[in-house]
Every structure is written in C-alpha cells, then in structure tokens.
C-alpha cells in the first residue's frame, strides 16, 4: 500500500509545479501582456517577472510594442479629373496602448490597412493627375494625419505613410511622354531663338560701339587737324605781322625807302631774269637795255603803292634826279 504521507507530498508537489508554471510570467522586452480575470480585464504586464493567480486569471492578449510594417495593396483611385490610378503602398504603426489594441478591435492592424485604403482614395480623388505626383508628400502626410485621428482608439499609432506605385492607364502615360517631348522641344526651340536673339543683339552692340568709336576718332582727328591749322596760321600770322611791322620801322628810320626802293629794284631785274630762264617766251618793255629806267619803273609802282595806302604821294628822294635828267 501506498504510505499517506507520501501521497499528500506528491499532491502538494505537483499543485507547486502547476501553480509556479502557470502564475509565474516573465515578460519579454517591448511587449505587454494583459491578464484578465474571470474573463474580465485586469491589469497589463510590463517587462520582468510577474506572478498571477494561475486558478482565476490568465493571459489573454501577448502585444507587442515594436513598429510594424504592413502593405496596402494596390487598388484603383479616380482623381479630380476623372483618370483611374492603380495605387499601393507601405504603413508603418505600432500599439501605443495594449488595452484599447485588446479591445477596441477585432484586428487593429487589419482595421488600419483599410482605413489607409480608404483614405488614400478619398485624398486622391481631390486632386488632379498632375498634382498627384507634384503633391506626393503632402498626399503621404494628409493620410497620416487621417489615420491617426481614427485608430486613436484602437490603441494604434501611425508612424508613416508612403505610395510605393502610381500607375495610371497607359493611353495616359503615352499622353505624358508626349507632352514630355513637346514641352523639352520647346524649350530647346525658346532656349536657341533666346541664344540667336542675344547673339543679334551683341553684333549689333558691337558694330554700333565700332561706328561711335570711329566718329569718336574721325571728329577728335578733325578737330587736332584744324587746331593745329588754325595755330599754324596764327603763328604765320603773327609772324607776317611781326615782319611787316619790322619792315615798317625799319623804312621809317632814315635811308629805310632808299633801302626799300633798292631792295624792290633788285626783286624787278631778279625777277626779269628768272622768266628769260624758265620760259621760251618772253615779254619785255621797249627799253630792257637800259637797266636804269627799268629800276625807275619798278620804284614809280613802289611809289604809286604807297601814295594809295598814304592817300597823298610824299616826295621821293629819286625825283629830284628825274627832273633834273629832263
């Protein structure tokens, strides 16, 4: 037979076993654990070790904390101006509140992947195709926003939201190439009319800065020329007037007309001379034998010269000498 006490030692053993093996739980890092007890909420376990009561309570739900990624499958979105767009992307959440992920919904995570679907079509419907892709940040971050305001009370935060694909119909995205090219090629076209435009506009500069320079040089030219001719004929001038009034003092001393009339005298025979030298023709007076009377000649125009210029003829020292040869 089997010893009483023996048996009670074993029962109790075996009710230790059980009892550290169910109520004894260590709690991994980043997760929470909630305990329900007779099917009721109880508390939530932390990181660590923790004893409950393995008669009355359990672990219902094991969450964990970490961040998740989930796909949002492709489906089809009709933007503001009625063009179909097969769209996908990736959701980034994790649990923030272990209870209300418990009990707020069957699936927390299934609920947001819808939510971000919805959303998405909502959101692209009010805009056009070419904003689609211009506003795809603000697009990313308007979903956020949206999904944040209603898994609130799924316990549930969304990190972030990115569109993986946009793929519009493909009657659109040749549409899109074309206008691509149409736009390129017009900017190539305004870019060489911009480049030929300016290069007109340089010649054009440049002959025009040549024609000033030249009329710039050509009129400072002109003007040296005359200043230098107009003080060349100053000087000339100056010096004619110089000379003549040193001939006038001089004939005014005494001896100066006999000096003149000598001097005009020897310019007449000089003269005579120089013609007979360089002309085959010769015009002479009827006397050009006699050497005085073509002096007496030379000085009665001298004398006929100064009486104009005197108004009244004054008395030549060679008159008393013609009146005494008649």
Same mark, same amino acid.
């Given at each position: 037979?089997?010893?009483?006490?023996?048996?009670?030692?074993?029962?109790?053993?075996?009710?230790?076993?059980?009892?550290?093996?169910?109520?004894?739980?260590?709690?991994?890092?980043?997760?929470?654990?909630?305990?329900?007890?007779?099917?009721?909420?109880?508390?939530?376990?932390?990181?660590?070790?923790?004893?409950?009561?393995?008669?009355?309570?359990?672990?219902?739900?094991?969450?964990?904390?970490?961040?998740?990624?989930?796909?949002?499958?492709?489906?089809?979105?009709?933007?503001?101006?009625?063009?179909?767009?097969?769209?996908?992307?990736?959701?980034?959440?994790?649990?923030?509140?272990?209870?209300?992920?418990?009990?707020?919904?069957?699936?927390?995570?299934?609920?947001?992947?819808?939510?971000?679907?919805?959303?998405?079509?909502?959101?692209?419907?009010?805009?056009?195709?070419?904003?689609?892709?211009?506003?795809?940040?603000?697009?990313?971050?308007?979903?956020?926003?949206?999904?944040?305001?209603?898994?609130?009370?799924?316990?549930?935060?969304?990190?972030?939201?990115?569109?993986?694909?946009?793929?519009?119909?493909?009657?659109?995205?040749?549409?899109?190439?074309?206008?691509?090219? #149409? &736009?390129?090629? =017009?900017?190539? !076209?305004? /870019?060489? +009319? %911009?480049?030929?435009?300016?290069?007109? $506009? @340089?010649? #054009? &500069?440049?002959? =025009?800065?040549? !024609?000033? /320079?030249? +009329? %710039?040089?050509?009129?400072?030219?002109? $003007? @040296?020329? #005359?200043?230098?001719?107009?003080?060349?004929?100053?000087?000339?001038?100056?010096?004619?007037?110089?000379?003549?009034?040193?001939? #006038?003092?001089?004939?005014?001393?005494?001896?100066?007309?006999?000096?003149?009339?000598?001097?005009?005298?020897?310019?007449?025979?000089?003269?005579?001379?120089?013609?007979?030298?360089?002309?085959?023709?010769?015009?002479?007076?009827?006397?050009?034998?006699?050497?005085?009377?073509?002096?007496?000649?030379?000085?009665?125009?001298?004398?006929?010269?100064?009486?104009?210029?005197?108004?009244?003829?004054?008395?030549?020292?060679?008159?008393?000498?013609?009146?005494?040869?008649?």
């Amino acid at each position: 037979m089997t010893d009483p006490g023996s048996l009670l030692l074993f029962v109790i053993t075996f009710a230790v076993v059980i009892v550290v093996w169910r109520g004894v739980k260590l709690v991994p890092q980043q997760q929470r654990w909630v305990v329900e007890r007779f099917n009721k909420y109880d508390r939530t376990l932390v990181e660590g070790l923790h004893i409950i009561n393995p008669f009355f309570s359990k672990v219902s739900y094991k969450l964990s904390l970490k961040e998740d990624a989930r796909d949002i499958p492709a489906q089809a979105a009709i933007t503001r101006d009625n063009v179909t767009l097969v769209i996908d992307g990736i959701i980034y959440v994790r649990i923030v509140d272990a209870y209300k992920a418990a009990y707020g919904s069957e699936d927390p995570y299934y609920a947001v992947v819808q939510l971000a679907q919805t959303t998405m079509r909502s959101e692209i419907g009010k805009l056009e195709l070419d904003k689609t892709f211009e506003e795809r940040e603000s697009l990313n971050q308007k979903i956020v926003d949206v999904i944040n305001e209603a898994a609130e009370s799924w316990g549930i935060e969304c990190r972030r939201y990115e569109i993986k694909d946009i793929n519009p119909p493909q009657n659109i995205l040749l549409a899109m190439e074309q206008q691509v090219t #149409a &736009e390129r090629e =017009k900017r190539a !076209v305004i /870019l060489a +009319s %911009e480049g030929k435009r300016q290069a007109s $506009i @340089n010649i #054009a &500069e440049g002959q =025009k800065q040549e !024609v000033v /320079l030249e +009329s %710039e040089a050509s009129m400072t030219d002109q $003007i @040296n020329r #005359a200043t230098g001719e107009s003080e060349a004929i100053r000087r000339v001038a100056d010096a004619t007037a110089e000379g003549i009034e040193k001939v #006038a003092a001089a004939i005014m001393k005494t001896g100066g007309e006999r000096a003149v009339a000598l001097k005009i005298a020897e310019k007449y025979v000089d003269a005579f001379g120089k013609l007979a030298k360089e002309s085959t023709t010769v015009l002479l007076p009827a006397n050009a034998g006699d050497a005085g009377s073509m002096v007496a000649q030379a000085l009665s125009v001298y004398d006929t010269i100064r009486d104009q210029g005197q108004g009244a003829r004054q008395p030549s020292p060679w008159d008393d000498g013609k009146k005494k040869k008649s």
